[in-house]
């Protein structure tokens, strides 16, 4: 809206000090307007689509639910493990399924944490 205000003053011409504050006013009152039936009508139109959103969200919530089960946990380790996400590469899915994530050469060293003496086995 800051926008609309300023590219407004920046189009009046010179004389405008000598209008009528009324006919400014209505002036801004008219954009305003405008500006609410434009986002009026963008809602309008968008509104089909956030419904079909809201159905697409509730056939998803079981397989999400059950994706949070079961994968969850491994993903925690994964994250846990993972010293930051920067330092890796984008993963690589390999034609027989395994899926690579290089650490990138110019990351720092890689020191693994260790928990209570945990031992990690390669």
């Known amino acids: 809206m800051k926008h609309i205000i300023l590219a407004a003053c920046l189009v009046l011409p010179l004389s405008a000090s000598a209008q009528d504050e ?30 079909d959103f809201s159905e697409l969200a509730e056939e998803l919530q079981p397989a999400l639910d059950m994706l949070a089960s079961e994968m969850g946990p491994a993903f925690l380790d994964l994250i846990q493990t993972l010293d930051s996400v920067r330092y890796y590469e984008r993963p690589e899915i390999l034609p027989n399924g395994d899926i690579i994530i290089r650490r990138s050469p110019d990351a720092p060293l890689y020191s693994p ?10």
């Open 22 to 51: 009324s006919e400014i006013d209505e002036g801004f009152s008219l954009m305003e307007e405008g500006a609410k039936l434009l986002f009026r009508g963008i809602f309008a139109e968008m509104e089909p689509a956030i419904d």
């Open 113 to 122: 944490r260790t928990d209570d003496g945990d031992s990690i086995d390669l």
